[in-house]
């Protein structure tokens, strides 16, 4: 089956250090990634569409030069978080939609913890 | 804009029995998907199962069905002969479809199902 990885899984930072997390298609070609946050114990919160070799596409409310979004290959998506504060602590999760196809396969995961 | 609806925050089951999950969604939209995903404690989403609009059948996948009523709007999750391991968070979730590219998937609140022993 399809697979997507996210690399940390966990991440412990200082505040103001940016930290990059990485979302990669083990076995098939996402033209479009997205990102997703999430607090404990609520749904998913889309924070922006990446689609290969364009700018994202952010929701309302997210910070675009915060929350840096590059998409430079078809299997690899990065999300920087810059100059991060405590209040960015969260759960962050990828997902990525096959080329050509509709289903999206999410990524594990990553907690953010800024101290 | 669609939204979703999920109005159960949490449920709870005994193991062996049968649980339904309720959904209703709110669009003009005609050709669009239809999805519950499960998330278990590990935080990692599993789709459980997809329903296309222009079906009418329900679909089904092992201990999982559906009921889709699309003029109501309503699009309700059945699990059969629950399983310790089906105790997780899910998410109904809407995708709007526009010619042959898909949109962003707007995702539910969530229920949270307890699976009693």
């Known amino acids: 089956g399809a697979v997507v990885s996210q690399h940390p899984s966990r991440v412990i930072c200082k505040s103001g250090t940016s930290v990059k997390i990485e979302c990669r298609s083990l076995?098939?070609?996402?033209?479009?990634m997205f990102w997703y946050r999430q607090f404990p114990k609520q749904s998913l919160m889309l924070m922006a569409t990446?689609?290969?070799?364009?700018?994202?596409?952010?929701e309302q409310g997210v910070e675009k030069d915060k929350f840096l979004i590059n998409h430079a290959s078809l299997t690899l998506s990065t999300l920087t978080v810059t100059s991060a504060h405590p209040e960015d602590s969260s759960f962050y999760i990828c997902?990525?939609?096959?080329?050509?196809?509709?289903?999206?396969?999410f990524g594990p995961g990553t907690r953010l913890t800024v101290l | 804009a669609q939204t979703v609806t999920q109005s159960q925050p949490e449920m709870s089951v005994q193991e062996a029995e049968t649980v339904t999950l309720s959904c209703t969604y709110d669009?003009?939209?005609?050709?669009?998907?239809l999805f519950w995903y499960k998330q278990p404690p590990s935080r990692q989403m599993i789709l459980v199962i997809r329903?296309?609009?222009?079906?009418?059948q329900n679909a089904t996948e092992n201990r999982f069905s559906v009921n889709f009523q699309k003029a109501a709007k309503s699009f309700s999750l059945k699990i059969s002969d629950s399983q310790l391991g089906d105790t997780a968070m899910y998410f109904c979730?809407?995708?709007?479809?526009?010619?042959?590219?898909?949109?962003?998937?707007?995702f539910g609140p969530g229920t949270s199902l307890s699976v009693i022993p």
């Open positions: 997902s990525a939609r096959e080329t050509g196809r509709y289903t999206q396969y």
């Open positions: 076995d098939f070609q996402a033209t479009t």
């Open positions: 990446s689609n290969e070799g364009s700018k994202a596409t952010y």
């Open positions: 669009t003009s939209e005609s050709n669009y998907y």
């Open positions: 329903q296309e609009a222009y079906k009418q």
């Open positions: 979730a809407f995708m709007k479809r526009s010619g042959t590219s898909y949109d962003k998937v707007i």
